[in-house]
């Protein structure tokens, strides 16, 4: 498997402001991924995040509203910004290892 | 506590009962599969997977089932236990080098004492 932390583990945040969340794998990895699992629903995926290229995000997530950083094999970043209380969710990171994707513990994120 | 699984169908068994969880999924280009499990406050923990070209694994009290003629996928857990009360999720991606994956829309197990 894989050791994969999140930070912040969960956060309140008010309307119109910008939050920054971690994702640190324990070992490099080519590929990282971000999903949301908003309340009571499963996991839809934001986007993939190669290492050295711009992230590749799917219908309905823009890098404007979700930037995303991955500046080493190891480590991502993804911001939720302008946020509203839509956006409030789970947001979690997962990495590829041996054909078999590891989730990270996700970020619980409240906006008020 | 968080509200994962709210809305999704509930599976109630009695402890020491074995279950099984179906999933259906649509693509049939789809070649891999993925059985997680979710539990309050935490990220999908990988319990057990499946390549198409087989129709049967086992694992430790775990079996997952595929069917690819009518697209369907099932988890049995033998002898249920109380500490396997989650939401378990399965999951599907395609061998396109797409690496991604394709979540269903999830169970709630809840085990009886």
């Known amino acids: 498997s894989a050791v994969i932390s999140q930070k912040p583990s969960r956060d309140i945040c008010q309307r119109g402001t910008s939050l920054t969340i971690q994702c640190q794998v324990d070992?490099?990895?080519?590929?990282m991924f971000w999903y949301r699992q908003q309340p009571g629903q499963s996991l839809t995926l934001i986007a993939t995040?190669?290492?050295?290229?711009?992230?590749?995000?799917e219908s309905g997530f823009v890098i404007d509203k979700f930037p995303i950083s991955r500046p080493n094999l190891t480590f991502s970043t993804l911001t939720v910004s302008n946020m509203s209380p839509e956006d409030s969710s789970i947001y979690l990171c997962?990495?590829?290892?041996?054909?078999?994707?590891?989730f990270g513990p996700g970020t619980r994120l409240l906006v008020l | 506590g968080e509200s994962v699984g709210l809305h999704l169908p509930t599976l109630s068994v009695q402890e020491g009962d074995n279950s099984i969880i179906n999933c259906a999924y649509s693509n049939s280009a789809s070649d891999y599969f993925i059985w997680y499990k979710q539990e309050s406050g935490k990220g999908p923990q990988f319990i057990i997977d499946i390549r198409s070209n087989m129709d049967k694994r086992q694992g430790q009290r775990v079996t997952v089932l595929l069917n690819k003629t009518v697209k369907h996928l099932s988890l049995q857990i033998a002898a249920t236990q109380p500490g396997d009360s989650a939401v378990y999720f399965c999951?599907?991606?395609?061998?396109?080098?797409?690496?991604?994956?394709?979540f269903g829309s999830g169970t709630r197990l809840q085990v009886q004492p």
């Open positions: 997962s990495v590829d290892r041996r054909e078999t994707q590891y």
């Open positions: 999951a599907e991606r395609e061998d396109t080098g797409r690496r991604a994956l394709t």
């Open positions: 995040a190669n290492q050295g290229s711009e992230a590749t995000y």
């Open positions: 070992s490099q990895v080519t590929m």
